[in-house]
């Protein structure tokens, strides 16, 4: 790739990790041109705000960085210079300002993205970022340049860099659907298959259980090979959904496809240890049905009740025999809830494809960002936290490589 005396940033995809690293970009001089598949930009970002857009989390750093597993090596840096306290600073910037919850969980006060998404969309124009929406990437040239293609034509695009911001392949209606997958592994890079993040999980429930599909179980802990996430989760009429589920949602996906099924283990009463639950338990009048007992002595709702008795065919009525049950409550799960609904998506571009400044080593001047890349990470903003930063690593990346460019073509 050439450099030209102003220096040419194409990126494709305008989700979050493709316009941050636009606005970086512009904002150091280079003329930069975004190509979007879809009609309007930043679908997912928005579809994020639908539950309040989870921007980051307020976590102390190395618990956060804890949270991208196998890649926190890799992301760990980048997460440090962009940490989650200058996102916060760049969200306030653009008039979003944002609150933490009591999880530690930070949102915009205004609970949406399209604010923000608004805000974000006239700085870039100022900055005179150029984006073209309906203009899909669709493989390459015979010189081996993009393709893109619009309503009415296709071009091959050629810059000083290019930036892919494709997104995973959860959702897909969204935009992001993983089909530029074999176009880079044509060009020598490494993949790891897509596979549902953050999603839920398929249990035979009975025909009672059926009839809680909706219904939120709070305040429960599950556990899973050993570690224990509390939170909220949510029956579905196909199984098991909800923050607490996907916590342990990468887990529990491994288990089930080297198993084909796997035991999620549900304490339905966290609070309250075995001992204590089991004098509360041993108070309940003689003759009082096992459902008012259940209801009045464990304070268990309707569903958590249903999950017990889905859980242990026989459910037990001496006191302590009962709360041993209600603390590990188990619940095979046979299947994983597809792509199409998942939050996110494990796999995409392997780490050992990109060099340190992520540029596709196959590929040189062409780099990669935000989820199409090979890592996970659970809901509570650790997904939107890595997009940035590694939006704006990537961005650092193509100046580096532009001004190398420069410097060695003169
Ligand atoms: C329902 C839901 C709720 C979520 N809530 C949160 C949350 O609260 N907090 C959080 O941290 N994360 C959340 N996420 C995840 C978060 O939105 C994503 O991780 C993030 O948007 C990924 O950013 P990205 O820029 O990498 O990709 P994307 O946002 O997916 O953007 C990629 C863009 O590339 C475009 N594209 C793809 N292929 C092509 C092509 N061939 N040519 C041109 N353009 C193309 C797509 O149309 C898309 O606009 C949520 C996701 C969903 C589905």
Redesign the pocket.
Known sequence: MSASPTRTAAI???????LFAAELLAENGVSVTV????PT?????L??G??????THTEKLDGFLHRYGAARDVLGPMVEDFSPEALRAWADGLGAETFAGSSGRVFPKAMKASPLLRAWRARLEGLGVRILTR????GWSPESDFLIRSEDAEQAVRADAVLL????A??PR????G??AGWLEARGAALAPFAPSNSGFRADWSEPMKKHAGEPVKAVALSHMGRTVRGEAMVSAYGLEGGAVYALSASLRQAIERDGETVLSLDLKPDWSAQELASRLAKARRGESLSNTLRKAARLSAVQIALLREAHREVPREPEALAAAIKDARIVLTGIQGLDRA??SAGGVRFDSLDKSLMLKAIPGVFA????LDWEAP?G?????A?FAT?RAAAQGMLAWMDRDLSSTD
């Open positions: 494709i995809g305008a989700g979050p990790a493709g190509y979007e598949k879809m930009p930043g679908r997912k970002f579809m994020a639908r539950g309040g857009l989870n921007l203009h899909q990437w669709v911001a494709l997104g995973g959860s959702w969204l935009g992001s659907d089909g530029w939050i996110s960002a935000g989820e199409m809901t903003g650790y997904l939107l936290q997009c939006g």
